[in-house]
């Protein structure tokens, strides 16, 4: 029988799961690097930090589990910046963000 551990283990990879899958079709479906960025940075940040959360549970409180603790923590703290450091590199090295109603790409330029 499933207890409440394995339940909760079972939500939040799951849960992780789909986060992380939302972000993998942002990649794919948005116009430009800044929308792509902002798509992976938060779902990916937020999946990852699901999936580890849920091997927390499973886990309990080791020194295994504690370290998974510590890993969300650094996740947490250094993906948004990261991310925010990749765009605003990107803008500054010139690439200019898409606007509503300019072409997708540049093939519809032309």
Not at 4 to 17: E, H, K, M, S
Request: proline content about 4%.
């Amino acid at each position: 029988m499933i207890d409440l551990r394995d339940a909760l283990t079972i939500l939040f990879v799951t849960a992780g799961v789909f986060f992380m899958l939302i972000g993998s079709i942002g990649v794919i479906r948005l116009p430009d690097f800044f929308t792509r960025s902002h798509a992976t940075s938060k779902s990916d940040t937020l999946g990852i930090m699901l999936i580890l959360s849920g091997f927390a549970f499973y886990e309990g409180l080791t020194t295994t589990g504690l370290k998974l603790i510590v890993i969300i923590i650094f996740i947490a703290l250094s993906n948004p910046v990261g991310s925010h450091a990749l765009a605003r590199a990107a803008y500054f090295y010139g690439i200019k963000p898409w606007f509503k109603g300019e072409p997708r790409t540049h093939e519809e330029v032309e």
